[in-house]
C-alpha cells in the first residue's frame, strides 16, 4: 500500500519539533523585558503616554496600563480580528486625539471615542480583510488598505457626525494585497504617499484634492521602487529615507526625498527605482541590512525625538539593535531572545515617572515596548537594548527552531484551534 499520508507524518514531526522548541524558549524567557500577557496576539500596537493601544485577534481593542500591565478598557464591536489602529483629532488641530479608528478581518473601518468607549460609527470599507490605516492630520484624510489589493480614502472632515466614512477616493494599481501605508502632506491639499504590497512592490503616489462638489482625491503614480523581494511588513519615512522590513529577511533604507510629479500628460508618470527622473537616483541606496528571518517591525530611531543613529528590529522572536551612524556600515550591536513567537511590532515609550523624595518631579526615560504572536507585551529599557547583560547559561545547547511561520502550537491562551491558529499564522505571512 503507497504510503500516501508520508508527508503529513513528517509535517506532524516538524511541528512537533517547533512546539518543543517554542515551550522551552518559553520557559526560559517567561521573565525577560518585564512581560505582560494579554488574552490574544496582538496585531497592532501604538503607545500614547504611559498607555498601550492594541489590536489583537481576539477581536477587541485592547487600552493597556504599560505601569501596572492592568487593562483600562476594552473596545467591542468587531467581529473578527483587529488589525490596525490610528488616531485622529475630533476637533482639528486639537492635538487630542480623541478618535480612535480600527480596521479588521471583518472589512470594517470603525470609529470610537477614547474616553466613553462609544462606538460612533462603521463603514463597510473593503471586500477583503482591511490590512492598514494611516491618518493624514492636516488634511483629514484617512488612507485604508486591504487584502483586495484596494486603497482607499476617506473624508474624515465629518468623522464624528455618526455616519459611515465617505469615501473620496482609491487606488487600484497594486496587483497584490497591500500591506504598510506612510505618507507626509506637502501641503494643505496634497501629499505623497507610500504603498507597499505583498509582492515587495513600494509605489509612490502624488495626492491631491481637486476642485470638485464634493471635493475628491486624485493621486498620480510617480515612481515603483522594487528592491524587496517579497511582502513589505514595515514601512516608515522620514529625514528624507524610506525605511522597509520585509519577509524577504531585510531591511532596506532608500535616500528618498519628494519626488517630482510629471509636468505633462505626455511625460511617464512612472519611474523605477533607480531611473531616471527619480528622486533617489542621484543617491545610491546602503546595502541591505541582512537578517537570518523574516523582518517584521523595524524602528529607527533616528525617525523619533531621540534622535539616535539606532535601528531596532524585529525578525522572528529576536530584537535586534544596530548601529547606524555609517549607513554603508550597519553595525550589529545586540541580539536579545525577547520572545518565543515572532515580533510584530517594536514602539518608543518615553517612559514618565514620578521621583521619589521629590514630589511633583517626574522623569521621563526611553523605553521600547515589543509586541509578539506569543501573547505578551514586553517592556525593555533602552540602555539595557543597546548593552545587553550577557546571557543566563544553558545546560544543554539547544537547536534553533526552524523559522516557518505556518507551523504552531495546537493550543494557545487565546483559546483558538489549531486550525485557527494556522490561518492566522498563513494570513499574515502570505494572504
Known amino acids: 500500500m503507497q504510503p500516501a499520508d508520508k508527508s503529513n507524518l513528517l509535517r506532524s514531526e516538524a511541528e512537533l519539533q517547533l512546539e518543543k522548541a517554542r515551550k522551552d524558549k518559553a520557559e526560559r524567557t517567561k521573565d525577560v523585558g518585564s512581560p505582560i500577557e494579554i488574552a490574544g496576539k496582538a496585531l497592532a500596537i501604538q503607545v500614547r503616554g504611559n498607555v498601550a493601544w492594541i489590536a489583537e485577534n481576539t477581536t477587541v481593542i485592547r487600552k493597556l496600563d504599560l505601569e501596572t500591565g492592568k487593562t483600562l478598557q476594552l473596545f467591542k464591536g468587531h467581529t473578527a480580528p483587529v488589525t490596525s489602529l490610528a488616531f485622529v483629532d475630533r476637533t482639528p488641530g486639537s492635538g487630542k486625539e480623541d478618535l480612535l479608528i480600527t480596521g479588521s478581518w471583518d472589512q470594517t473601518i470603525r470609529v470610537w471615542d477614547v474616553e466613553t468607549k462609544e462606538l460612533i460609527s462603521t463603514t463597510s470599507a473593503h471586500s477583503d480583510f482591511v490590512k492598514a490605516l494611516l491618518v493624514i492630520p492636516s488634511l483629514r484624510l484617512l488612507v485604508s488598505s486591504g487584502s483586495d489589493k484596494i486603497v482607499r480614502f476617506w473624508d474624515l ?130 546595502p541591505p541590512i541582512q537578517h537570518p528571518a523574516p523582518v517584521r517591525a523595524l524602528l529607527p530611531l533616528g525617525l523619533t525625538p531621540l534622535a539616535e543613529p539606532y535601528l531596532l528590529t524585529g525578525a522572528g522572536d529576536v530584537i535586534r539593535v544596530f548601529d547606524v551612524s555609517s549607513p554603508e556600515e550597519p553595525e550589529l550591536l545586540a541580539e536579545v531572545d525577547a520572545h518565543w513567537h515572532d515580533v510584530t511590532a517594536l514602539r518608543l515609550w518615553m517612559r514618565r515617572s514620578a521621583v521619589e523624595g521629590a514630589p511633583g518631579a517626574v522623569k521621563v526615560e526611553p523605553w521600547v515596548v515589543s509586541a509578539s504572536l506569543d501573547g505578551t507585551i514586553r517592556r525593555w529599557r533602552l540602555s539595557e537594548l543597546l548593552q545587553p547583560p550577557p546571557p543566563p547559561a544553558k545546560k544543554v545547547e539547544e537547536e534553533k527552531p526552524p523559522q516557518a511561520q505556518e507551523a504552531l502550537e495546537a493550543t494557545t491562551s487565546s483559546g483558538m484551534t489549531e486550525e485557527e491558529e494556522r490561518e492566522l499564522a498563513e494570513l499574515m505571512d502570505e494572504d
Not at 511588513?233 to 510629479?261: C, I, K, R, Y
Not at 519611474?271 to 527619480?278: D, E, P, V
Open 157 to 286: 472632515s465629518t468623522v464624528a457626525d455618526g455616519q459611515p466614512l465617505t469615501s473620496v477616493g482609491s487606488l487600484t494599481d497594486h496587483t497584490r494585497p497591500v500591506e504598510s501605508l506612510d505618507a507626509r502632506a506637502t501641503s494643505a491639499t496634497s501629499a505623497v504617499l507610500y504603498t507597499a504590497d505583498t509582492m515587495g512592490v513600494i509605489k509612490v503616489w502624488d495626492v491631491k484634492k481637486d476642485d470638485g462638489t464634493p471635493p475628491r482625491w486624485q493621486s498620480t503614480l510617480v515612481e515603483e521602487l522594487k528592491h524587496h523581494r517579497t511582502r513589505v511588513n514595515d514601512m516608515v519615512h522620514g529625514n528624507g529615507q524610506l525605511w522597509t522590513a520585509s519577509t524577504d529577511e531585510t531591511v532596506q533604507v532608500v535616500p528618498h526625498l519628494a519626488p517630482t510629479p510629471p509636468a505633462a500628460p505626455a511625460q511617464a508618470s512612472t519611474t523605477l527605482s533607480g531611473s531616471a527622473g527619480s528622486s533617489s537616483a542621484a543617491t545610491k541606496p546602503p
